[in-house]
């Protein structure tokens, strides 16, 4: 099952362009060859460490967002934990927020539907209705008082 995930590593400040740049090829190489995809490449450069890790002050940042499965990101940290260049690495598993992001726009969509109805409305928004300034039935439930509570 293919799901997605945010790696991060932190490479030694000692490390050159072209030692950053084998490293990444190495990451996809991995990526590809067991079946997943590297979706975004960001290289932040180099920054301050938040804290020092053994003799380092400082170490460049790359961000990688890859679409595969747990054996190709098992592989990924085997590989990053025994490279003397990385300093510190992270995997992140973020399709999981995704869903949440998603389920969370859907509740606030049915909400908004639901009292849209029960107001005499038609479920969906009607072109030219709803511009700003004008009260709307949009507003989060969060700000709603409880019951017994005016305005």
Known sequence: ???????????SPEATD??????????????Q???GTIEKTDNWGRRKLAYEIGPHKEGTY???T????????KEIDRRLKVSDLVIRHLVVRIDEEQSVI???????????RRRRVA???PPD???GEGQRGDVDDDRDDRFDLPEGMDR
């Open 18 to 31: 072209a030692q950053i740049s084998d490293l990444h090829t190495q990451v996809e190489q991995i990526t």
């Open 125 to 127: 928004r009607q072109p």
């Open 33 to 35: 060859r067991l079946g």
């Open 119 to 121: 107001r005499g409305l």
């Open 66 to 73: 890859i679409d595969g499965g747990g054996d190709v990101m």
């Open 1 to 11: 099952m293919k799901r997605k995930y945010e790696l991060v590593y932190v490479v």
């Open 102 to 112: 998603d389920r969370t726009r859907t509740r606030r969509t049915e909400n908004v």
């Open 62 to 64: 790359v961000l990688e």
